[in-house]
């Protein structure tokens, strides 16, 4: 099995994992007073995804000629992975997608149409898709194996969009990040980076259940900070996901109570009680 095992993308202490991957409750989150007090309109559902199997981890010598080495596609069994996570979407989780919203790297775009091409199943699909930059992977020199110089990533959007399937990108969408972070990012702040994005998208999208594709770094935090017990991640497979799930409760006119996530099922995610 391919897994990026803790800490995802080198090694160093657990300890930093345990002092960090606490059960986090938001401090925006509604009183808990006020939310026993309230019938919930609805539920949304996110799904948080990792990226498929990428050529360099495969393909070794690829790195030697490709002129953007620390934006490496997908290894053919890496789009396989990607479809078929996309049927087991479709046929196991007993809610919809509607949205799609993805990180600008390569294999998280070529995953993104595989699994949804895995949900379609071959038919045309109304689902929408985005790019989000807050989706990226951690830009350290931790994750990033090579890096460009001066860390100027060069993301050709348009390129990326244009590997959707026809009619599903949606140009309306304010990203919640512009721009890449600054790199290079702590890997504390890059964590608490997609912790913030994965509720912003959440709470821009209330009526909607969510895809999103990222890292494994990310996934890593979506289990870790939306987990009851406290846990340590140690390791996340490829096309891993999990699956969050929350109350939406709608109030006065104009007035939306958004109550924490909780994780109700995952799929190639190792952790152990802290």
Known sequence: MSMLVLPFA????????????????????????AQSQS??????????????????????????????????????????????????????????IHRVLVSPFLRCVQTAVGVISGISAGAETDLKV???????EMLNGIAIRSAPKDWEFVIDVADLEARFPSGTVD???????????KCPEEVDGARERYNQ????????????????????????????????????VYGVDYCAYVVLKRPVVYGEPNSTSFVDFEVQTHEGIMFMNS
């Open 10 to 33: 080198t090694r160093f202490s657990k300890l930093l994992f345990n002092n960090y991957y606490n059960n986090k409750k938001s401090l925006l989150s509604p009183p808990m007073a």
């Open 39 to 96: 019938t919930p309109s609805h539920h949304q559902n996110v799904v948080v995804l990792r990226h498929g199997d990428r050529l360099d981890n495969i393909e070794k010598d690829w790195v030697k000629q490709a002129s953007k080495p620390w934006d490496p596609p997908l290894h053919e069994s890496g789009l396989t992975r990607a479809f078929n996570t996309g049927r087991t979407l479709r046929n196991g989780n007993g809610f919809p």
């Open 130 to 136: 985005s790019i989000e930059y807050g989706l990226c």
């Open 171 to 181: 140009r309306s969408v304010e990203p919640v990040y512009k721009e890449l972070p």
């Open 197 to 232: 994005v994965f509720k912003a998208l959440a709470d821009k999208y209330p009526n909607e259940n969510l895809l999103l594709v990222t890292h494994g770094e990310g996934v890593g935090v979506a289990v870790s900070d939306f987990m009851k017990e406290n846990v340590t």
